[in-house]
């Protein structure tokens, strides 16, 4: 077992690979998953603590089928997202590192699996982030299709009205995430494939890599010649065709990576 100077030589050693890759990228293709959130204190969903991990059956009762049948679960949920806790997130140093990115002119698309806005919120453009499992800061009317902020349906649910309907056609309102049972929006998979497919460099950060389709943009990056960078707490399904692999603390390691090297 190498003692701990060997082992931080070799982080910083790859430190310093992966930002000359960095420098020379052209179109930087990143993938976040739930890990880049856990430091703003949001729970991610498959990790050792995660919440389908530790409460398996919670992944069940979140179908799009249980969700859209039973005016109770719709009222669970609503109260849910009415606890404070669930709005007091903020960006943290791994996001703000993603902003910086951008800011050099590095970062063509930002992929994530995250539904909590943090990203925007950071800075990152709107135009860049593909939401591919949809994000909890607006609605959904599940009949007529319309959306909105959020915050209007929990005004409503404050009020009284615990299982609120769509004021135009009378439908089931969600949050606008996808839940188990539905479908991604085919034009958002698309152009995450797109980009992946184009890119010269992907940097999936924070995520498992096991939830598909979405996981494929990384074999798909790879086939096309991009090198691939993974950074994750755990192991990740994707390991064996990364060009480099990092277990590190997302909130350190990523603003090291994106630090221009020096002249």
């Known amino acids: 077992m190498p003692d701990d100077t060997t082992e931080v030589t070799d982080l910083e050693a790859a430190l310093a690979v992966i930002r000359q890759w960095i420098d020379e990228a052209q179109r930087i293709v990143v993938l976040t ?37 039973d005016s109770e679960v719709r009222q669970r949920s609503w109260q849910h997202r009415l606890e404070p806790a669930n709005w007091r997130a903020e960006p943290n140093a791994g996001h703000a590192a993603l902003v910086e990115l951008e800011r050099r002119g590095k970062l063509h698309t930002l992929i994530t699996q995250n539904v909590d806005g943090l990203h925007q919120k950071a800075g990152s453009s709107a135009d860049r982030v593909i939401e591919i499992h949809g994000t909890v800061q607006e609605f959904i009317c599940m009949g007529c299709e319309m959306r909105g902020d959020i915050q209007r349906v929990l005004d409503r649910v404050r009020d009284g009205d615990l299982d609120p309907e769509c004021r135009d056609c009378g439908g089931v309102l969600k949050t606008a995430t996808i839940s188990f049972g539905q479908s991604l929006v085919e034009h958002d998979l698309q152009r995450a494939h797109d980009a992946a497919a184009s890119c010269d460099l992907l940097l999936a950060i924070g995520s498992t890599l096991a939830v598909y389709p979405i ?18 707490g755990e192991a990740t399904e994707m390991d064996s065709i990364a060009d480099a692999v990092l277990r590190a603390q997302i909130g350190e390691a990523l603003p090291l990576l994106v630090t221009p090297l020096a002249n």
């Not at 074999?219 to 991009?226: L, R």
Request: net charge positive; aromatic share 6%.
């Open 33 to 69: 998953g739930a890990g880049i959130s856990t430091e703003s204190g949001i729970p991610d969903f498959r990790g050792p603590q995660g919440l389908w991990t530790q409460n398996p059956g919670a992944a069940q009762k979140a179908t799009i089928q249980n969700y859209m049948a």
């Open 215 to 232: 996981a494929g943009v990384v074999p798909e990056a790879h086939k096309n010649g991009a090198r691939i960078v993974i950074l994750n």
